[in-house]
C-alpha cells in the first residue's frame, strides 16, 4: 500500500490548493507542506513549482498523481473483492455514442453474471479523464486515446458515415460530393471533446479544412438529438452507422455519397495499463465481439 506522503501528493494535484487538500485532510497546511517537501526529498523529483505565485504541478508530478491514483482505485477494489461475500460493484464509462448502440449489451452480460453496475456516460474526453484519476474501471470509447497510457482491446470496427434527409437537393446530384458542396451545409456535429468530432475534424484537417467553415454549425452533446434534427429535414452530420440503422432501413436518412469519406473507426474497451483486473476485462470485451 501506498504511504500517506502519496495520498496527500494525489490530493494536492486534484485540488491545486495546500490550503484545499489540508482541509480536505483535516491536517494543517504546514503539515501538507512538510509531507510534499519530504516526497520530493526521498523520490529526488520535484513535483510542484510556483509560476506566477500559482502552484503547478511538474510532469513527473503529474505522472505520479496518475500512478497514485491508479493502484489507489485498484487497492481498493482488490480489497473489496477479497472482504465481500458478493461480486463488488464494476463502475465503467461509456461514450454518450456508444451508450446508443453498444452498452446494452455490455450492461446485460455484467447483469447476467449478477455484477453490481455503476455507469457514466460522457464524451471520450471524460471518459479518459476518470479512468486517469481512477473513478472507473474501464471505459467503451470510439475515440482517439493515448496508447502509453492505457491497455486496449478493440470491440470491432465500425462504419463511420455522413448521412443527411432524404430530400436534401445536395442528393439530387446523383454523384460523388466534394467538400466544397458539404461546406454550404448546416453541420450538427457533437460537442468539443467527443470522439465522434474528433474523427470528423481530423478527416476535415487532412482536406485543409475545419469545423468552423461549414455555413452553420449546430454543436450538441449526444447524438439522439441530431438524429432527430435530420430526420425533420435539417442539414447534415457524420457518425457511427449503427446509430442510424433504424432510419437509414426506412429510408428517413440516407448516406452521404463523400468523395474520399470511406472511414472505419474503432471501437476500444480501455482501463488502465498494467491493471491487475486485466483479465476480468479481456473476459468482458470477450464476449462483445
Same mark, same amino acid.
Given at each position: 500500500?501506498?504511504?500517506?506522503k502519496?495520498?496527500?501528493?494525489a ?7 495546500y490550503t484545499a487538500t489540508a482541509? #480536505? ?5 504546514? %503539515?501538507?507542506t512538510q ?8 523520490l529526488?523529483? $520535484?513535483?510542484?513549482?510556483y509560476?506566477?505565485a ?20 485498484e $487497492?481498493?477494489?482488490l480489497?473489496?473483492q477479497l472482504?465481500a461475500p458478493?461480486?463488488?460493484?464494476i ?5 454518450? $455514442?456508444?451508450?446508443? =448502440?453498444?452498452?446494452?449489451?455490455? &450492461?446485460q452480460? &455484467?447483469d447476467?453474471?449478477? *455484477? ?21 474501471d ?5 475515440g482517439?486515446?493515448?496508447?502509453t ?15 443527411? =434527409?432524404?430530400?436534401?437537393p ?5 454523384r460523388?460530393l466534394?467538400?466544397?458542396?458539404? &461546406? ?6 457533437r ?7 474528433e474523427?470528423? %475534424?481530423?478527416?476535415?484537417?487532412? #482536406? ?5 467553415d =461549414?455555413k452553420q454549425?449546430?454543436?450538441? %452533446?449526444?447524438?439522439?438529438?441530431i438524429?432527430q ?6 442539414g447534415?452530420?457524420?457518425m457511427? *452507422?449503427? &446509430? ?5 432501413a ?7 455519397p463523400?468523395r474520399?469519406?470511406?472511414?472505419q ?11 491487475y =483486473? ?12
Amino acid at each position: 500500500m501506498l504511504d500517506r506522503k502519496m495520498y496527500t501528493f494525489a490530493r494536492l494535484a486534484q485540488t491545486g490548493s495546500y490550503t484545499a487538500t489540508a482541509q #480536505q485532510l483535516f491536517v494543517t497546511q504546514p %503539515a501538507v507542506t512538510q509531507q510534499i517537501k519530504a516526497l520530493e526529498n526521498e523520490l529526488g523529483l $520535484s513535483l510542484v513549482s510556483y509560476e506566477h505565485a500559482q502552484l503547478t504541478i511538474t510532469p513527473a508530478g503529474q505522472q505520479l498523481a496518475d500512478y497514485i491514483n491508479k493502484i489507489d482505485h485498484e $487497492s481498493q477494489k482488490l480489497l473489496t473483492q477479497l472482504r465481500a461475500p458478493v461480486q463488488p460493484m464494476i463502475k465503467l464509462g461509456c461514450t454518450r $455514442s456508444l451508450s446508443a =448502440f453498444l452498452l446494452s449489451t455490455v &450492461l446485460q452480460q &455484467l447483469d447476467d453474471q449478477g *455484477q453490481q453496475i455503476r455507469c457514466q456516460i460522457a464524451n471520450t474526453d471524460t471518459i479518459l479523464k476518470a479512468l486517469t484519476a481512477g473513478t472507473i474501471d474501464f471505459g467503451l470509447v470510439e475515440g482517439n486515446f493515448a496508447k502509453t497510457q492505457f491497455a486496449s482491446i478493440r470491440l470491432r470496427r465500425e462504419p463511420f458515415i455522413g448521412v443527411t =434527409f432524404a430530400d436534401n437537393p445536395l442528393l439530387a446530384r446523383k454523384r460523388p460530393l466534394n467538400l466544397d458542396e458539404l &461546406l454550404t451545409q448546416t453541420l450538427l456535429v457533437r460537442e468539443p471533446g467527443s470522439g465522434t468530432r474528433e474523427i470528423f %475534424a481530423n478527416w476535415l484537417t487532412m #482536406q485543409n479544412a475545419q469545423i468552423t467553415d =461549414f455555413k452553420q454549425v449546430i454543436e450538441i %452533446a449526444t447524438p439522439t438529438p441530431i438524429i432527430q434534427l435530420l430526420t425533420a429535414g435539417c442539414g447534415i452530420s457524420f457518425m457511427y *452507422q449503427s &446509430l442510424v440503422t433504424a432510419e437509414l432501413a426506412t429510408g428517413q436518412l440516407v448516406k452521404l455519397p463523400v468523395r474520399g469519406f470511406e472511414l472505419q473507426h474503432e471501437i476500444n474497451l480501455v482501463y488502465p495499463k498494467e491493471s491487475y =483486473f486485466a483479465a476480468q476485462y479481456q473476459a468482458i470485451a470477450a464476449q462483445v465481439h
